[in-house]
Antibody, heavy 123, light 107 residues
Framework: QVQLQESGPGLVKPSGTLSLTCAVS?????????WSWVRQSPGKGLEWIGE???????NYNPSLKSQVTISIDKSKNQFSLRLNSVTAADTAVYFCAREGYYYDSGGYPFDYWGQGTLVTVSS | EIVLTQSPGTLSLSPGERATLSCRAS???????LAWYQQKPGQAPRLLIR???RRATGISDRFSGSGSGTDFTLTISRLEPEDFAMYYCQQYGNSPRTFGQGTKVEI
């Protein structure tokens, strides 16, 4: 059973950098899946931030592209999120999720999720 | 980006009743790569339906998905107490991935 666990500071100062890590267990991060970050705030609902493949290929949401870096550490079976120049609008619950590849259709839905971690941007 | 609009915003029903939730896309969803998720307070979303109509592993057959192109539906045939929650649709056929704003199914 694949499990994902987010970790990182719960409080970040305005203009600072939000950094989170997602540890993957029960499966290899080098499998044929993409790995994503999604956030949820009362004002904007669920928002996809970006994704990474084990070869380092990334795709970002254009609305956040200038702020976001997603990286992968295959030796530790984990991937990470950095969000620069944060403001109060970046306060949200941040989830990491697996986009699982399904051979019967070729699609990548979010099939496994971490429990989520609340990050508050405040001085 | 593809905008997903869910309706209604809230659905007030009783256990045993049928729930019908709608998700409309601003443009056609590639390959009908449309998923439905259930979310309860304090929990992560849970995948119910993928590819518009395929139930995810371990999901009750009370849940079914239908539709194609721009119009999709999630049906819960007979509501159980544990089904009262938020439901979101999401498309993964195009980038950026996008979610609907959600439908709350309440008692």
């Amino acid at each position: 059973q694949v499990q994902l666990q987010e970790s990182g500071p719960g409080l970040v100062k305005p203009s600072g950098t939000l950094s989170l890590t997602c540890a993957v267990s029960g499966g290899s991060i080098t499998s044929t899946n993409w790995w994503s970050w999604v956030r949820q705030s009362p004002g904007k609902g669920l928002e996809w931030i970006g994704e990474i493949f084990h070869n380092g290929r990334v795709n970002y949401n254009p609305s956040l592209k200038s702020q976001v870096t997603i990286s992968i550490d295959k030796s530790k079976n984990q991937f990470s999120l950095r969000l620069n120049s944060v403001t109060a609008a970046d306060t949200a619950v941040y989830f990491c999720a697996r986009e699982g590849y399904y051979y019967d259709s070729g699609g990548y839905p979010f099939d496994y999720w971490g429990q989520g971690t609340l990050v508050t941007v405040s001085s | 980006e593809i905008v997903l609009t869910q309706s209604p915003g809230t659905l007030s029903l009783s256990p045993g009743e049928r729930a019908t939730l709608s998700c409309r896309a601003s443009q056609s969803v590639s390959d009908n790569y449309l998923a439905w998720y259930q979310q309860k307070p304090g929990q992560a979303p849970r995948l119910l339906i993928r590819d518009a109509s395929r139930r995810a592993t371990g999901i009750s057959d009370r849940f079914s998905g239908s539709g194609s192109g721009t119009d999709f539906t999630l049906t819960i045939s007979r509501l159980e107490p544990e089904d009262f929650a938020m439901y979101y649709c999401q498309q993964y056929g195009n980038s950026p991935r996008t979610f609907g704003q959600g439908t709350k199914v309440e008692i």
